[in-house]
């Protein structure tokens, strides 16, 4: 008997237990150069399904080897534009040969069987035995990590109670790891509810039933990896002890949703349950993914990229018309791009988004939308972490001066960012020049962390040790402090060379400035006359008004303590600065800071 097997069995690795069955055993085995190649160029880009089947032609060599069969490479081998004709020569090579076309592709048992070539087609088999790597999965298990030389380990818990253990003390071994990969691709090859999601070069993510499996190997990482993340909450929405007024939000109001949170705060958990939510109200629910791990209903449609592209996913999805979508995740400009559209279309949208706050979020969609868009796009932002609801922000677009701007002609566009259970501004969203600023409202600019506050009297308590009769005032931002105290006292604090400073740095792990009280103008000594600038805006330039009366005068420009520059008051009582220039830039800020603009005669 001749058989002629397609790339489909030879990847299946069937053909060497199907020759070894009495009945076919002293067949020819002839196999198409065409399979050879195709098997060639998918190991050459790194696909496991490649090497699998180069393994599996390297056992049937060994049984021709043994006299159990005569194994043979026919045909031609064709040139790299003729793969996408590979089944075609194929079929071409077996009815050439008189051989009997062995294949696991149903599309090529019909079409060979419709030209009248010899075929046995292998049904898909069906796995039976438990994967390895499942093994190391229990009722507390979220993911499984294991790595060639490393001992394997699992994150075990509930979000913000994960901990990472080990599952022994016995490191992986890389063909343990090979061999394991295998059988995972082989399982979601055969089983309906399974499937290979990415294939590339040294990568293979594996959709398996609820678990997702990321399978790395040399060039695209360092060594042999497997990691496996599965969701361990089935979480309903009532489980959020979400308040009346947010959930009637949700249910009436909302329709562009931001779920965000920082890697493995409980995002897609939420996502899920909110997906439930809106289909318990009797709403048509889809999701897009890639890959799709979304633990959602039967009645709830899980799409992936079409033909890899998420955007035409989208073309489908607009043409389906579902009231919610759920877009996992919300990433790179495309998605921003693609989530906006069919929101903008009347899809109700909820996006997933990586994010380390909540206003952080909606910061990603600028540059990326017309700013005026935004609140058309996304109403409301749910932070989440460590599995809970942290903070709820409703999104408002409104006409007004911003707050810390006091001229009408200053007024403008403005997205208010409210606090949802509040209802109070933590963030205004605005343009002023050419800058997009985005500036947190007074009581939130104004709170400082409990962590600040005593950082700050530690350098104040540091500093009254060297100087304790010196007035100490200490402004702390980040990892720089800024300190004023009487001018006489500076040397003393500084220190030869700046020592006793640098010292003081080292110690508590900050940058330290030392200004003069007597230097800051708002303490008013030693300065000339002090004259109140306005702010005019116009299409290129922002106009620093002083009055007619001062035209033609010196003078240096403040901003709270600070001095920005030193310019001459023009003929019409003005300065005109450029709005790309750096100097805008800083008054901008200094504005949107509520910080007193003025400026001091010489």
């Known amino acids: 008997m001749i058989i002629v097997p397609d790339t489909s069995v030879i990847i299946d690795g069937r053909i060497t237990r199907m020759v070894k069955k009495k009945e076919y055993r002293k067949s020819k085995v002839l196999v198409p150069e065409a399979v050879v190649a195709e098997l060639e160029n998918q190991a050459n880009k790194g696909k496991e399904s490649g090497y699998k089947g180069l393994r599996e032609l390297y056992l049937l060599r060994k049984l021709s080897e043994a006299e159990k069969i005569h194994l043979e490479f026919v045909g031609k081998r064709p040139k790299r534009f003729d793969f996408k004709d590979i089944d075609e020569i194929i079929r071409s090579t077996a009815d050439k040969v008189g051989g009997v076309l062995v294949t696991s592709d149903r599309v090529q048992s019909e079409v060979a069987k419709s030209k009248g070539i010899k075929v046995i087609y292998l049904r898909q088999r069906r796995v039976k035995k438990k994967l390895r790597l499942l093994e190391y999965f229990d009722g507390d298990t979220m993911s499984v990590h294991l790595r060639d030389k490393v001992v394997p380990m699992a994150k075990k818990g509930k ?7 080990k599952l022994s003390d016995k490191p992986s071994k890389e063909r343990e790891l090979e061999t394991m990969a295998k059988e995972i691709i082989e399982h979601a090859r055969v089983d309906p509810e399974s499937f290979i999601e990415i294939e590339r070069e040294g990568a293979t993510v594996v959709q398996l039933r609820e678990v997702r499996i990321a399978i790395a190997r040399p060039p695209f990482s360092d060594g042999y990896e497997i990691t496996a993340v599965r969701p361990i909450a089935d979480v309903k929405l009532e489980d959020y002890s979400l308040s009346e007024k947010l959930l009637r939000r949700l249910r009436e109001r909302a329709e562009g949703v931001l779920v965000a949170g920082p890697p493995g705060a409980g995002k897609s958990t939420f996502s899920q349950a909110l997906a439930e939510f809106y289909k318990e109200q009797g709403r048509i629910v889809k999701t897009m993914e890639s890959p799709r791990d979304l633990l959602v209903s039967e009645e709830i449609t899980q799409y992936a990229p079409l033909e890899g592209d998420m955007e035409k996913t989208a073309d489908i999805l607009l043409l ?5 979508t759920i877009y ?7 998605d921003f791009k693609i989530f906006a559209d069919m929101r903008l279309a009347g899809v109700g949208m909820v996006g997933v988004v990586h994010a380390t706050r909540g206003i952080d979020a909606l910061q990603r969609l600028i540059g990326r939308v017309e700013l005026g868009m935004i609140p058309q796009i996304v109403d409301t932002v749910v932070f989440i972490k460590d599995g809970k609801i942290q903070k709820v922000y409703k999104v408002n677009f409104t006409v007004k001066v911003p707050g810390g701007m006091t001229e009408a002609d200053l007024a403008r566009p403005v997205i208010e960012v409210r606090d949802f259970e509040k209802d109070e501004v933590e963030y205004e969203i605005y343009t002023f020049g050419e800058e997009t600023v985005v500036m947190p409202s007074t009581a939130v600019r104004k709170e400082k962390k409990p962590s600040e506050k005593l950082a700050a009297e530690r350098v104040r308590q540091e500093i009254k ?15 720089r402090a800024v300190v004023q105290i009487d001018d006489r006292y500076i040397p003393k604090v500084i220190g030869r060379q700046g020592k006793i400073i640098e010292r003081l740095e080292r110690r508590l792990g900050l940058k330290i400035e030392i200004r003069g009280i007597e230097e800051t103008p708002s303490f008013g000594v030693g300065m000339g006359e002090r004259i109140r600038l306005d702010v005019r805006e116009t299409k290129n330039y922002l106009h620093l008004v002083a009055g007619k009366e001062n035209a033609g005068r010196l003078v240096r420009v403040f901003a709270g303590g600070e001095e920005l520059f030193i310019a001459t008051i023009g003929r019409r009582g003005e300065i005109k600065v450029a709005k790309k220039s750096a100097i805008a830039k800083a008054v901008i800020g200094a504005i949107a800071a509520q ?4 400026a001091i005669a010489e």
């Open 595 to 598: 910080e007193e603009l003025f």
């Open 320 to 324: 389906v018309r579902p009231d919610y």
């Open 465 to 479: 040790k060297i100087a304790p009769k010196a007035r100490v005032r200490v402004d702390l931002s980040g990892e």
């Open 328 to 334: 996992d995740e919300v990433r790179k400009t495309r």
């Open 159 to 165: 979000p913000g109670e994960i901990k990472l253990v």
